[in-house]
């Protein structure tokens, strides 16, 4: 088992809360990482998002490819190989498909629709769907947050995420060679308020807590659950975004499913009308300085991430 507390959000889906928000506080304050049970996603959904992914990293790569993010323009949606993301400016061991609100085209970067491959049919059934479920979950977890703040309940809903930028990732890490670190992703932050994630049975994730590094390993029928850079930002560093990294040390190939709750792409995130303070940043970085609205933040982010798709799409 995890040493991450593990939290039922089932009074919060119901519209009550209990203490609910005060442990989602605790977690908040400490690790900035927790599990969330009781979150009412079906698990036949989970099952088919599951063998429809695996379905598509069956595909040979060239087939892939039909999907590629070049294809997605400035919607940067699609499949990317191993490798071809940076984080920390190392590639990462990891080929993953981009997905988001499904929308119209549009000239606004990371707006659009999303691309689907005609070998697996089902997954563009099954990620829609998903979506949606995590949407109406990552609001339910935000009500849960604002309270811990001793905020109004609809707090964020009524507005910083009144319209939620979200953002879907299906990452495959292929099996670790023998005797390697078993590199999968370097140690970041997320860029947003937060991040929900499925795991498949094959751990990998480690967090930075206080006390170092620690696994945090599946827990059957949960999402991990983080905070990021913009609720670090909102709550001037009580609630931290906390570092963290894949090694897959487990010998098999691992799908993750992570899930990012953001707030409106035209939102501007000052911090929230008190300010405790908190712990000092892991990289130094101090969030306030940036002025702007989360849009431009993110793109910046994104861009570091694919520098080579930024200069042929975005330039």
């Not at 009781?38 to 999907?67: C, M, Q, S, W």
């Not at 947050?145 to 319209?163: E, K, M, R």
Request: hydrophobic share 35%.
């Amino acid at each position: 088992m995890s040493e991450l507390p593990v939290i039922d959000i089932a009074p919060l889906l119901s519209g009550t809360a209990g203490d609910v928000p005060d442990q989602i506080g605790a977690a908040c304050r400490t690790s900035g990482f927790f599990y969330v049970t009781g979150h009412g996603v079906p698990p036949a959904l989970i099952e088919r998002l599951d063998a429809a992914a695996r379905a598509f990293f069956e595909l040979p790569t060239e087939v892939k490819n039909e999907i590629s993010m070049e294809r997605g323009g400035r919607a940067w949606r699609g499949f990317f190989p191993v490798g071809g993301e940076l984080t920390s400016g190392r590639p990462d061991l990891k080929e993953g498909v981009y997905f988001g609100a499904e929308r119209p085209p549009s000239r606004i970067p990371l707006h659009g629709p999303n691309l689907f491959p005609d070998q697996v049919p089902a997954l563009r059934a099954a990620v829609l769907a998903y979506i949606e479920a995590m949407t109406g979950l990552g609001q339910a977890v935000m009500r849960g947050i604002a309270l811990s703040l001793g905020l109004p309940g609809d707090y964020f809903s009524a507005g910083y995420t009144a319209d939620p930028t979200v953002l879907f990732r299906i990452f495959h890490y292929p099996p670790s060679e023998p005797d390697t670190d078993g590199w999968g992703v370097g140690e970041h932050t997320d860029y947003g308020l937060l991040t929900l994630l499925l795991q498949d049975a094959n751990g990998g994730l480690q967090v930075h807590t206080p006390g170092g590094w620690i696994s945090a390993p599946p827990v059957p029928g949960t999402f991990v659950c983080n905070i990021g850079d913009m609720l670090d930002k909102l709550t001037g560093g009580l609630y931290r975004s906390t570092p963290h990294r894949v090694r897959n040390l487990s010998g098999n190939e691992r799908l993750s499913f992570p899930f990012f709750f953001d707030p409106g792409w035209d939102s501007e995130v000052p911090p929230l009308p008190y300010s405790e303070g908190g712990r000092a940043r892991w990289d130094g970085q101090d969030l306030r300085a940036f002025t702007g609205t989360y849009g431009d933040y993110l793109l910046g982010k994104v861009s570091k991430v694919f520098p080579q798709l930024r200069a042929d799409v975005l330039d």
